[in-house]
């Protein structure tokens, strides 16, 4: 994920001190940052207002690349970077998908040292958003990216879908366009514990969790970043191995968001970012 945010320094802040990512590399007015031993899974940039940079998708390798790249054009989208936008990046190519989402699709991320041995996730995991045509976008996503269904919820609600064994790598929801949540992997529902007593000490908390999710299985807590983003923590996340296993149907009455409790906070799908678009 890249993020512009009026506040780069609040947003570092929450990256490394809430959250344990480690900084991998400061480049003018963008701050890259990873949970593991690579060149960055989260970009931070100075800006004069709060948005989605773009959502950046690791292909398999420079024949896959060259594969979406023709399934781009086919497509009618406008390409925005013909090379890497972000450092670090070997090759890619960045292009503008439906309602202005930014997507920045490459190969080849340079290593990094790993940070330092305190606290953090293991892993950048997925993310969340609210297209105003789910439906339309969920397609796009299958046929353009090759993502495929793992959940559906309800009428055209929601979305779950994987484009690796974790059962989603992006989740869709029926919404106004926003962006919600990036996602991090956790070794243990501890590490989600700990992230809200590391919240509770500088006068922040908690929106919503430790809950045990229906769609995912996954154990997941959730906070508002300074960008006005949510950022969740998670564990123990389905897999699925079988690229041909259909889609889970959940009607839209099914409690598919909490199996421990009915409870969901009204206000938590009121947070979230819009896209940052007409960039270039």
């Known amino acids: ?151 559906i919820i309800g009428d055209d609600y929601a979305y779950f879908m994987r484009c690796s064994p974790d059962h989603h790598g992006i989740a869709l929801i029926q919404g106004q366009g926003t962006f919600h949540h990036h996602a991090w992997q956790a070794q243990s529902i501890v590490d989600l514990g700990k992230l809200g007593d590391r919240l509770n000490r500088v006068g922040r908390e908690l929106i919503w969790g430790p809950v045990r999710h229906g769609a995912g299985h996954n154990v997941a807590a959730y906070y508002v970043e300074t960008s006005g983003a949510v950022v969740e923590l998670y564990t123990d996340l389905e897999q699925i191995y079988d690229e041909n296993r259909p889609p889970v149907k959940w009607s839209g009455e099914e409690n598919w968001w909490n199996m421990w409790s009915s409870y969901r906070p009204e206000s938590f799908r009121d947070f979230g970012i819009p896209p940052v678009t007409n960039r270039h």
């Open 1 to 151: 994920m890249a993020i512009q945010t009026t506040d780069v320094e609040g947003s570092i802040f929450d990256a490394t001190q809430l959250l344990g990512l480690h900084v991998t590399e400061q480049k003018g007015n963008e701050v890259y940052l990873a949970a593991g031993a690579v060149h960055h899974e989260l970009v931070y940039i100075e800006s004069e207002t709060n948005g989605i940079h773009s959502i950046g998708l690791l292909a398999k390798d420079g024949d896959a690349l060259r594969t979406i790249r023709r399934r781009v054009e086919d497509e009618n989208l406008r390409i925005i970077s013909e090379g890497p936008e972000c450092s670090g990046i070997e090759d890619g190519f960045s292009f503008v998908g439906p309602e202005g989402w930014i997507f920045e699709v490459f190969i080849d991320m340079q290593p990094a040292e790993p940070g330092r041995l305190s606290f953090g996730p293991d892993r950048y995991g997925h993310i969340n958003f609210h297209p105003r045509d789910v439906r339309g976008m969920m397609e796009f996503l299958q046929r353009t990216l090759d993502f495929r269904l793992s959940d």
